[in-house]
């Protein structure tokens, strides 16, 4: 299997403005995982999917956020409006359930930087 | 609500010590299943072990080893002999099982090994 892939895996902006990240999960993977990770700090969970349906999103940071994964393969996580406070690392990671355990696999990343 | 203590923030020792990382965890539930990861340099997390709760048995595997305790609420983790390859960051994590797993990660460890 290729692994996780992330796009891009940097991103700097200004203030305000919205970004977008991509996340292609491993092949076959039906769930997918997002999460931030703030300087010093382990990743914190944001939402999920299971193919296209969204299971999870009531830790989403705020409405700023969103996350699609319209034909449950690749995902998307959109913050609008940008602040400072939202430079982190956005993860990415995939799993399949597999003779009944589950393994997540975690891309690379997009570190992102508001200015 | 779940917690991951990870007390130790960084680790120094000499390429072919014996380390051990620390993690103590928190939670309410009688099910859980407790992970450790490692993030290298590169960033990307990689999975190392997951345990679950009724299993206390402890786990070798190569160089590394995991000690798990219920009445301590301790899983615990050993590097025999740490080369150089093994710096990185390590995070123990904790997740309850709602159709997946959702972790909470303590803040990590970071371990350098000197040669």
């Known amino acids: 299997d290729t692994g996780v892939s992330q796009n891009p895996r940097h991103k700097i902006t200004k203030r305000g403005q919205n970004v977008t990240f991509r996340c292609d999960p491993i092949?076959?993977?039906?769930?997918l995982y997002w999460y931030r990770q703030t300087l010093g700090q382990g990743p914190e969970f944001l939402t999920y999917?299971?193919?296209?349906?969204?299971?999870?999103k009531s830790r989403l940071l705020s409405d700023r956020f969103s996350a699609e994964r319209p034909k449950g393969s690749f995902s998307t996580l959109e913050i609008q409006r940008t602040e400072q406070g939202d430079s982190a690392m956005y993860l990415c990671?995939?799993?399949?359930?597999?003779?009944?355990?589950?393994?997540?696999?975690f891309g690379p990343g997009t570190r992102l930087l508001v200015l | 609500a779940q917690k991951v203590t990870q007390a130790q923030t960084e680790i120094s020792v000499v390429e072919k010590e014996d380390v051990t990382l620390d993690c103590v965890y928190e939670?309410?539930?009688?099910?859980?299943?407790l992970f450790w990861y490692k993030q290298p340099p590169s960033g990307e997390l990689v999975f190392l072990i997951r345990?679950?709760?009724?299993?206390?048995q402890n786990e070798i595997s190569g160089r590394y080893s995991w000690n798990f305790q219920k009445s301590t609420s301790s899983f615990n983790f050993t590097i025999t002999a740490s080369q150089v390859v093994d710096s990185a960051v390590y995070f123990c994590?904790?997740?309850?099982?709602?159709?997946?797993?959702?972790?909470?990660f303590g803040r990590g460890t970071s371990l350098i090994v000197h040669p």
């Open positions: 990671a995939s799993s399949r359930k597999r003779r009944g355990q589950e393994t997540q696999y």
């Open positions: 092949s076959e993977h039906n769930r």
């Open positions: 999917f299971q193919n296209e349906a969204q299971l999870e």
């Open positions: 939670t309410r539930d009688t099910t859980y299943y």
């Open positions: 345990r679950n709760s009724f299993d206390e």
């Open positions: 994590a904790l997740s309850l099982y709602v159709g997946s797993y959702i972790p909470t």
